[in-house]
């Protein structure tokens, strides 16, 4: 099993980083092999450095075998410059607007999620054991008792302002500025997305999502009347600005929907300069970002990363994210920083919900304040660190031979490649079966058919009986890529 590199971003030279820029645009399908590359005066143009940075990126790359120079013609690709997850070819670009119809069977893969006779593999749900939940629930029941009767009232659409200053607060090691007026509180991130979705776009619009992406924001697209563009992403950078300006040329897109951190199933992490790419880009098209950030305070042993939202001076980005991931996913609290899109997201709130339920609300922002939740979050990411390494070593170990997994560097959940003969569709009703579950790849796409040997599995929880069911799956997986062998 191979183990996707991360590249490193911050530290490389500038004439690397050009190279990278460049191969990812290659690996990625902007540039087929025998195309021929940009010139190095338009280059140099384009990323802002010497012609003579483009060319020692350019003699990088013939020396890696991805670029090959003609006399008197320029630069030309000799063979994509692939990472482990994008060899097998799934990730080329598509470039049409798809209508979403993987519904059932991402709804089976739902109530299968909340089935506790089943052995949970794939959910994106944490283990209630690392919560803190007797803390919460004294909380919820001391602040119930203080705010007596405002803990049983309406709030106003935009939700408890306590709770609002706090996230404020959280918000500035993520490169924002906010007052607790920029911000709604909604009923998890799922209502936050849906929200921004329904305040930028219109039925029968089209939406760029990175692909594979979360299949709950394919259903929530699909809901909506709206069309899913796919952008394949770098299983470490996720998906690249001159990729998505590409796109943006050749199609009419109506909002652009990312996780830029710690995406799922990815896990990647995309680089600041890439972020800030993205939203000037974005920003000249008018075309709004919705950003879901629900992993970003789960990074394994970086800092906190920014936002995209932190290079937003337009008010272009919708941020969404909630406490699902960190605290109580039960609770159904998260928020959204709408930008110049305030006035709709607060009255599609208040047409559909009025307001948030109050309580949880209150017991949230008496954790956040004097709960220890910085402490609760340093034990969180190193144990999501350990538990993806050993689910790792066990997909490695018990996998069919060629499986390949993305290495994230946030979140806790892992996307696994298997061989291609290997069906994930088949492989999940026969692992149900035997009493497991995990989410099978076809349900991340739009696309029929997409990811069909793939898989995501979760780190959320990890102990001897997960150990075991991934032991149990990777010999199913094993017998099914034997049969197809012969
Ligand atoms: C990327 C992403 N966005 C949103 C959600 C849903 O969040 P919530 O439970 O807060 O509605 C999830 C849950 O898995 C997710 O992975």
Known sequence: MTIVSTVPQEKSLLYEQVAERISVMVSQGTFLSGDRLPSVR????????????????????????????????????????????????????????????????????????????????????????????????????????????????????????????????????????????????????????????RAVCKQGDTVVLESPTFFNTLQIIASLGLKALEIPAHPALGINPDTLRFVLEQNKVDACLLVTNFSNPLGYLMPDSAKAELVSLLARHDIPLIEDDIYGELAHDTRRPLVAKSFDSAGQVLLCSSFSKTIAPGYRVG????????????????????????????????????????????????????????????????????????????????WVEMPETVDSVILYEQAREHGITFAPGPIFSAQPGKFRNYLRLSAASWSDKVAEGVELLGRLAKEAWLKTAR
């Not at 209150?362 to 190193?382: F, M, S, V």
């Open 335 to 414: 928020w959204i920083v709408p930008g110049k899109f305030a006035p709709q997201v607060e009255r599609l709130k208040a047409v559909t919900s009025l307001t948030s339920a109050v309580p949880p609300q209150l017991a949230i922002a008496e954790y956040l304040d004097n709960g220890g939740y910085e402490a609760h979050l340093r034990r969180l990411r190193r144990l999501y660190a350990r538990q993806i390494a050993a689910l790792s070593q066990a997909v490695e170990r018990h996998f069919p031979e060629g499986t390949r997994c993305s290495r994230p560097e946030g979140g806790f959940v892992l």
């Open 42 to 197: 338009n280059l140099s143009q384009q990323f802002k450095v010497s012609k003579s940075t483009v060319m020692e990126a350019y003699s990088l790359l013939e020396d890696r075998g991805v670029v090959a120079v003609r006399p008197q013609s320029g630069y030309y690709v000799c063979q994509p410059a692939r990472n482990s997850l994008q060899e097998s070819g799934v990730n080329l670009p598509v470039l049409r607007p798809t209508v979403v119809t993987t519904g059932e069977l991402a709804l089976m893969v739902f109530r299968d999620a909340a089935d506790s006779r089943l052995i949970q593999l794939g959910a994106a749900i944490p283990d209630l054991e690392n919560m803190p939940v007797d803390r919460l629930n004294r909380m919820l029941s001391t602040e119930s008792r203080r705010y007596r009767q405002q803990s049983l009232a309406y709030e106003m659409p935009a939700g408890c302002l306590r709770l609002r200053t706090q996230i404020a607060r959280r918000m500035v090691t993520a490169g924002c500025s906010l007052s607790p007026d920029d911000i709604f509180v909604t009923n998890g991130c799922t209502e936050a997305v849906a929200l921004a979705l």
